[in-house]
C-alpha cells in the first residue's frame, strides 16, 4: 500500500513537475528534515552513510546496512525515498534479490553504477573509477527489471564515463543500452567544476528517461539553466552530511575550550525542535486520546 | 583485549583528573567527532539516538536498537564508550543478559536509571516520571554487578528522585543505597535552570563513588564550580544532535530557496573533511603497501 | 500489496473453513517447511526464537531479533505469518509502535498477552504468571487497533487468566472485555494435560472472535473435536523446533562417535533436498534466461 | 578477554590434537549442540546459514547476516567459533575491514576461498566455480594478515582449484602461495565421492599449516585414515543443517494429516529438553539468589 502510493508519486513528480528536487539524507531525522523543508524525495547516499558509519565510501558496508538506513527513512517518510545501491552488491543475482527487498520494503526507487566492485567513491583524488563492460551491467538492469513487481518502482542506471575518463561518446552509448535494457532514469555524473559536459550530454542524448544530476563539484550551476537542459531530477546530495559535520565540528571545539555551555555560540536547536521532530508530544495526545476511550469502557471515572 | 584497556582507561582518567569530559553522540560519526576534539569518553545517549531515528524518546527505540549504535562508535573509537541503557530494558535478568553484552562488545559502561519502564524523557513537559522503588532498582544493580566479568566494567546508576519530585532526601537516600548494592558511580540528574540542586546533592551526600552530571537545562554551569564541588563526570548529551540538526535544516531550507548551492552562506565540511574523517585515504595507502608486497612476492614487476 | 493480500488470505480462511492450522517456525527454513507441507498459516513463536538464540523464553530477545525473524519468514512465505509478541513490549505506545512496524513490514497478524512484562514461559515450571489488570491490557489492544492501517490486520488477544490461576471466570470476563476494545481473536491458552477447560471456555465464551488454541501440553487433543467447540485456530507451536533439536542432538552424537558420516543411521536430507528448499536452480534459470534477453539485444551470439 | 582465550583455544588444539572435530551450525542453538556432544570447534557455514534464510547459496545474503550468525553463536559457546566468510565479500580493503570485525566479537578464526565473487556453492550441479587469481587472492590473504591484531586469530585460505577443475598442480602451488602470504590454515575442497584427490594433495603438498577438510560427498572417509594423512582438522559442515531438514520435514506432515498431535510418531525433544538448552531454569536460580543479597541488604524479610 505504502509502496504503491511512494512509487507512484514519485513517477507523477517526475511527470508534472520541470524539475524534481531532491535531498541528502543518512538516518531518518535527516530525512524528516528532507521531507520538512518541501524537497520531493529523500537521496539514502551511500557516501554520507559510510560517512556516518566513519568507514570509507567504498563498498565497505554492506546491503544490509545500507537497505537499513534507507529503510529507517521510509518508515519516517512520507515523501519517496531513493536508494543508492552502488554497484547492487554483485551481480545479476544480487540485484534481484535487491530489487525485491527495498521494493517489498517500501522505497520508491533504486539506484546503481556500472563501475567495478568494490567501488571507490566518484570524487576521490586518484580514486579507482574502472568501468565493467555495457554487456555486464545491462544484465544487471535486466535481473533488475524482472524482479520489479510495481511498474512505478524506478531503477535507476547511473553513467560513470565521465568519471572514469571514457569520454562523451561512451556515455551517451551506454545510456542508450540502459534505457533499452529497461532502466527507468539516467543519472549521468561528473566530477567537473562547472556543468558543461553535464549540459553537453543532456543535450546530445536522444533517449526518452529522465536525466538526474548530482551536482556537488558544479554547485554553482543554476536551476533554471538545469530546466533548460531538461535534466528532470537534481541530487542535492551531500550538503546535510556536511553541514552536521560542520557544525558538530564547532559545537565540540567550543565545548572543550569553554567554561560553561552557555558560553557556546554555536546554534544548536532547543530540546522542544528536537521533540517536535520526533513527535514526543504525539505521545501525549495519544495517551490522552487512549484516557477517553478507557473511560468511555467504564475503566476510569 | 579491547574491552580491557577502554575500562581501564575510564577507571584512570575518573581517578587522575579533576573532571572528565563525555561528549553526546548518536553514530560512529558524532562519536569520531567526540573523540577528535578531545573529549574523554562518548555518551551514546538513548534521546539522540531517538532523535536520528525519529521516534519519541519514549522506550520506543529496542536495546537492539541502542546497542547498534554504540557498537558502531566503540568499533570506531580509541576512547571509552558510555552506553545510556535508560531503565535496563526489564528486570533484572534483562540487565544480567545486557551487561553480558555490552562488556563483551567492548563499550566501557552503561547507565541505568531508577524510573518505570517504559520510560520519557526527564526534560519533558508534564512527562511521565514515576520511579520504581528502590528495592526493585537495587534488584537490577545487583543482577548487573553479578554479571560483569572485567572488575573495570562500570554500572553508572542514574537517580531520577529531583526529577520526579521525590525530593533532595530521597535522591540522598537512594544513592547511597545504590552504592552499597555495587554501583560504580551516580548520575544525579536535574531539570532545573540553574545548578544549585545539583551542588546540594553533590555537598550532602557522603558516598565514595564519582558524581556525574548532564547539564542540559542548567547550561550556564561553570567547570571549575563542577570541579570545586567535586563532580567527577561531565556529559555534554546533545549539543551535537542539536547542532546537526540546526544546520541540516538552515541548509536545506537554503537550497530549497535558492537557485544555485553556491549562494548557500551556511558552511558546511569540505568532501575532503569527510574523507579525511571516514579514513578514505587509509585504503589509498593500504593500496600502496599491498602492491609493495606483491611485488615482493614477485607477483608485480 | 502484499500486506493487503496476506491479511485478507488469512481473514478468508478464518471465515470459509472449520479450522485454520498454523506450523510453528523460527527461522525462514523451517516457515518455508511449514508453507511446504500445507499450513495455512506460519507461528513465528517467541519461544522457538528465544530456543534458537539460546537465550531463555523470558523477554530476554528484544523487539527487534523477534521481529527480524518474523520478517525474514514473510519475505520467504506466500501464506500469512502470525508473529507472537509476548507482552507487546511495553505500553501502549509501544504496542502502537510495533503495530505499524509489523503491518507495514507484511505480517498478517500479532499475538500480544495479559502477563507481565518481564514475562516467562508459560510452561515453565514455578514459571511466574502474574497478570497486568485488565485496564492495563485493553489499553495496549485499543493502542494496537488505533495504529492499524489494514482492517484485515489481526490482534490476537492471549489470555493467560487459566495459566496464571485466575479461573474461568476471569478468563471469560477478560476475554469479553479484550473483544470490546477491539481484538480481533482470543487466544486462549492452557497448561493442562487434557483439553477440558479449553472446551470449557470455549463453550462458555459468548463472543463472536475466533478462537485459537496451542495444544502443547494437551496435545491429546483431537481435530473433531476442536471443530465440534468451534475452535477456529490451532497452532502448533514448537513441534518443528523439537522435532530439529532431537535429531540435531542424535546426529552429533553419532558423528562425534563415529569413524566416518557414512555409519551415520540418524536421516538427513540429501544436499539437493536443501538446495530446492533454497531454490539454488533459480539462479541457473535466471542465468539462462538472462543469456536469452543478452541474445536478443545482441551482447551474445 | 574472550578472544585471546578462543584464538588460543583453537590453536592449542590444533597443536595438540591428532585431529580437530568441528560441527557445522547455522544459528546459537545448532551451535550450542555442537559444543555440548563435544566438538573442538564450531563451523558457522554459509551453506547452512544461507538455507535456514531460504535463500541460495550464491553470495545472496550479506557479510552483516553472515557475521550477525555467527555472533550469536560465539556469544553462547565456549567453543571457538570458525566464519565461513566465502570469498572475503569483494577485494583486500573488504578483507581487512571484515577481519578487524570478527577478530573485536570474539570469533576465533574465519575461512576465504578463492573463488570469483559472486560465488555459487561448491557442490552445485553445473555451478560456477571460476577461480580468481593467485595475485587476487594472495592480496586478500596479506590484507587479512595485515589487519589481524590477535596472532592466534586464524585465516584459513580454501582452495577450490580440485572443485573448479583446474587441478591437483594448480591447487599445490596455491597452497603454497597462501602459505607464504601468511594464511594460517589451508582448507582443501573436494567434491568427489571417495577422499584419493584429498588424500593425494595431503601427501603430495610440503607445507607447514594445518591442513582442513569438509568431508560432504567423500562421506565414506575414515577418522583414521584422515589422521595417518596428516589432516588436522575436519569440518562436518551441514549435517546438523540436513538432519533439522529431514525431521521437521517429516513431523510437519505428520501433524498435517494427523487427527491428534499424539500421533505423531517422529521423535521430538520435551519442552524440559529445550528449556535446559536456552537455560530457562538459570534465571530462576539468580532469581532466588537475588532474594538472598536483597533479604542481606534488609529490603525483604
Known amino acids: ?9 514519485l513517477r507523477k513528480k517526475l511527470e508534472s513537475q520541470s524539475t524534481v528536487k531532491v535531498g541528502g539524507a543518512f538516518d531518518a531525522m535527516s530525512a524528516k528534515l528532507v521531507e520538512i523543508h ?5 537521496w539514502a547516499g551511500s557516501f554520507a552513510i559510510s560517512a556516518t558509519h566513519a568507514v570509507p565510501d567504498a563498498s565497505i558496508l554492506t546491503m544490509t ?17 531513493i536508494a543508492d545501491c552502488d554497484t547492487g552488491y554483485g551481480g545479476p543475482s544480487n540485484v534481484s534479490h535487491m530489487v525485491k527487498k527495498y521494493e517489498n520494503a517500501g522505497i520508491a526507487a533504486i539506484c546503481i553504477e556500472d563501475k567495478m566492485f ?10 579507482r573509477n574502472d568501468l565493467i563492460s555495457e554487456k555486464e551491467f545491462v544484465a544487471k538492469i535486466i535481473a533488475g527489471k524482472d524482479a520489479k513487481q510495481d ?8 553513467v560513470e564515463a565521465l568519471i ?40 546530445l542524448w536522444k533517449g526518452n528517461l529522465p536525466i538526474v544530476i548530482v551536482p556537488t563539484t558544479y554547485d554553482s550551476v543554476k536551476l533554471d539553466e538545469i530546466i533548460s537542459h531538461k535534466i528532470k531530477m537534481v541530487i542535492y546530495a ?7 559535520h560542520a557544525s558538530m565540528s564547532n559545537v565540540l571545539k567550543q565545548i572543550i ?21 520526533q513527535a514526543m508530544y504525539d505521545i501525549k495526545t495519544k495517551e490522552k486520546e487512549l484516557e477517553d476511550e478507557l473511560k468511555k469502557l467504564g475503566y476510569i471515572n
Open 1 to 9: 500500500m505504502t509502496t504503491i502510493s511512494k512509487t507512484s508519486i
Open 238 to 244: 551531500n550538503q546535510t552530511l556536511r553541514a552536521a
Open 38 to 42: 518541501g524537497f520531493d524525495a529523500v
Open 118 to 127: 568494490p567501488k571507490q567513491n566518484s570524487l576521490l583524488q586518484n580514486g
Open 257 to 277: 575550550n569553554s567554561n560553561s555551555l552557555s558560553e557556546i555560540t554555536e546554534k544548536i536547536s532547543s530540546m522542544e525542535d528536537i521533540f517536535n521532530l
Open 65 to 81: 546496512e545500507f537497505f537499513d538506513a534507507a529503510f529507517n527513512m521510509t518508515e519516517t517518510c512520507k515523501i519517496p525515498v
Open 151 to 158: 511498474k512505478n518502482f524506478m531503477i535507476i542506471a547511473r
Open 164 to 203: 572514469s575518463g571514457a569520454g562523451m561518446d561512451e556515455a551517451i552509448k551506454r545510456a542508450t543500452a540502459y534505457e533499452k535494457a529497461g532502466a527507468d532514469a539516467i543519472l549521468i555524473h561528473s566530477k567537473k567544476k562547472t556543468p558543461e559536459e553535464i549540459f553537453q550530454f543532456a543535450d
